[in-house]
């Protein structure tokens, strides 16, 4: 054994994330993993023997299932194809990574927390046009619904939507500015009102009220958790439902929680970053790896941290872990992304109105 050879399988035992580089205030790490490829000799040549690189660039709350999804896939790929990968990996809140991958994050796949932040990716000129149907389920790869989440023993009584505009109840929600699982939130409150018979003036009123009763706005939704567990900020605290089971999962602190019935379903996209593969020459195991994470191995790790997997087998087998919910909003009815961006959340939208009204 070379002492090459020595440096490299001594780095591959360790599991730990090695701290790698911060990108525009993103934290990047390193995860050595093993793999392989059916590449060209040239290809192989062109990326160093036995080895390929590839960057994942995803939305903060994804990381506990890439951390059991990338050693599979890694595992199969070195099987078949007898080449090392090694998974650099970003997380942070959505919006904040889709600008990190614009500025210059070499990301050769991301998995964001909207279609919207991959279709500005799209519009830099990074990702192909199409991009949707280059992977199953319109490159939906996981979903979820918005939870409620109070203190244990919801001393506060706070069970509905309705419930967040009481007074006296704190509420902790990201930023939608900088996080997707805050427009998510916003949607959902939004659709609250306006799913179940209410007018546009009367859900604006209604949001405009929740958000004077939110103190903080964290970057992203991991950040609004440890505000609410770790921190203990809030009576009640609204994030992605996966979320909330890893974080049961995990034992931070007591709570409860609970899926209202009128709810949004927040789905999260994938995708190969053409211009960024076809520089890196990584297409082949970019494009693999994506198509690995819809397979019933990679949705039940998905589905283990609270995701709602989108194959139709895994969630099946887990039906029962999820409650049902009677009326799913979807982005479309809100008109798309588009409309929900130009309406909402642009610069002087109204999200910033019921900001500069709210404090």
């Known amino acids: 054994m070379t002492m090459k050879q020595y440096k490299l399988q001594t780095l591959t035992q360790s599991l730990k994330p090695l701290t790698f580089a911060v990108l525009a205030g993103v934290g990047f790490s ?19 023997p036995k080895t390929v690189e590839l960057t ?59 279609a919207l932040d991959v279709e500005k990716i799209e519009k830099a000129g990074l990702i192909k046009p199409g991009w949707e149907k280059e992977a199953p389920n319109n490159a939906i790869v996981t979903r979820s619904v918005a939870a409620i989440v109070t203190r244990q023993g919801n001393p506060k009584k706070i069970n509905t939507w309705s419930d967040l505009v009481k007074p006296g109840v704190q509420v902790i929600t990201a930023n939608p500015k900088t996080s997707g699982g805050a427009r998510w939130n916003f949607l959902a409150l939004w659709g609250s009102v306006t799913q179940t018979g209410g007018n546009e003036q009367k859900a604006r009123q209604f949001v405009t009220q929740v958000y004077k009763n939110v103190p903080v706005l964290p970057k992203d939704a991991r950040e609004a958790s440890d505000v609410f567990f770790k921190q203990g900020q809030g009576d009640v605290l609204i994030n992605y439902e996966n979320e909330v089971i890893l974080a049961k999962q995990k034992g931070e602190g007591n709570f409860s929680y609970t899926i209202p019935a009128v709810n949004v379903s927040i789905d999260a996209p994938v995708a190969v970053v053409d211009k960024n593969v076809d520089k890196h020459k990584t297409r082949p195991v970019a494009e693999a790896f994506v198509k690995f994470l819809y397979t019933p191995e990679a949705q039940r790790e998905f589905a283990k941290v609270g995701f709602r997997p989108v194959n139709t087998t895994v969630s099946k087998e887990v039906s029962s872990k999820f409650p049902k919910v009677n009326k799913l909003s979807t982005v479309q009815t809100f008109g798309g992304w588009d409309t929900i961006q130009k309406k909402f959340f642009n610069d002087g939208t109204i999200f910033d109105q019921i900001q500069s009204t709210s404090r």
């Open 56 to 114: 994942l660039v995803s939305y903060a709350v994804t990381q506990a299932a890439y951390s059991k999804i990338i050693p599979q896939f890694a595992a199969k790929w070195k099987k078949e194809h007898n080449q090392e990968v090694v998974f650099r990996q970003s997380f942070g809140g959505s919006g904040s990574q889709t600008r990190a991958v614009i500025d210059g994050l070499e990301a050769d796949v991301v998995a964001l927390a909207l």
């Open 30 to 48: 390193i995860l050595p993993v093993l793999a392989s490829s059916k590449l060209s000799s040239e290809q192989l040549i062109a990326q160093k």
